[in-house]
């Protein structure tokens, strides 16, 4: 069902650390299915065995339980990205972060959907929206650092690694929606030579298309 083995034979004793991690796999799966609104406790209890008290007990309510899925899916999507990026080249970096995140995408597409999937406006501030900002962080020190060795400003790498990151994600969406045809080392490749030659060719001040440069005084 997901990256945990988890057994929903209803007799099983679990401790409580197993129990949680077994009522997160179904309710992601079943989040993932139905989205948010759709998804009841007692679905998810029936799924996995138990009574709706014993979810309760563990996540307070439907919230809770939706809230610990994303905050899982969050870290381990943040984490696998963050690996990639810590060291070797700037193109290995980038490439890697790109392979990383549609990785998740492939082996986890339960969790991509959780996170992707409309919910709550309290809730949604927990999903991807977060997850973006936190790897467009982590990419703009990347980047600034790399700014500053080439004499580029680096007050500007926010902006491109907020670009890249969007980019990334949307490519994501798209794969898991309609483009399985490809493979996601094919898929990462295109991203990452896109997103590369783009910075490699990067102006210190762009203009606007048909705009002339001003000589620098003198």
């Known amino acids: 069902m997901g990256r945990f083995e988890v057994n929903l034979k209803k007799k099983q004793r679990l401790t409580g650390a197993e129990r949680r991690v077994q009522l997160m796999e179904v309710g992601r799966a079943v989040f993932a299915s139905k989205g948010y609104e759709a998804t009841s406790i007692e679905e998810v209890a029936q799924q996995a065995g138990v009574s709706k008290p014993i979810v309760y007990e563990h996540f307070g309510a439907k919230e809770g339980l939706y809230a610990a899925i994303v905050d899982r899916e969050m870290e381990d999507l943040v984490l696998r990205v963050s690996v990639r990026i810590a060291e070797g080249s700037p193109r290995e970096r980038f490439e890697g972060a790109v392979m990383a995140f549609l990785d998740y995408v492939k082996e986890v597409p339960e969790g991509f959907a959780v996170l992707t999937r409309d919910s709550p406006t309290a809730v949604a501030r927990r999903g991807l929206t977060r997850v973006i900002d936190d790897l467009a962080h982590r990419v703009g020190e990347v980047f600034r650092s790399e700014f500053e060795r080439a004499g580029f400003s680096s007050k500007v790498a926010p902006i491109y690694a ?28 295109h991203v990452a030579a896109l997103g590369w030659m783009g910075l490699r060719h990067l102006p210190k001040e762009p203009t606007a298309p048909g705009t002339k440069r001003e000589p620098k005084r003198r």
């Open 162 to 189: 907020n670009a890249l990151v969007g980019m990334v994600t949307q490519v994501g969406h798209w794969w898991a929606a309609e483009g399985r045809g490809f493979t996601t080392e094919s898929v990462a490749r």
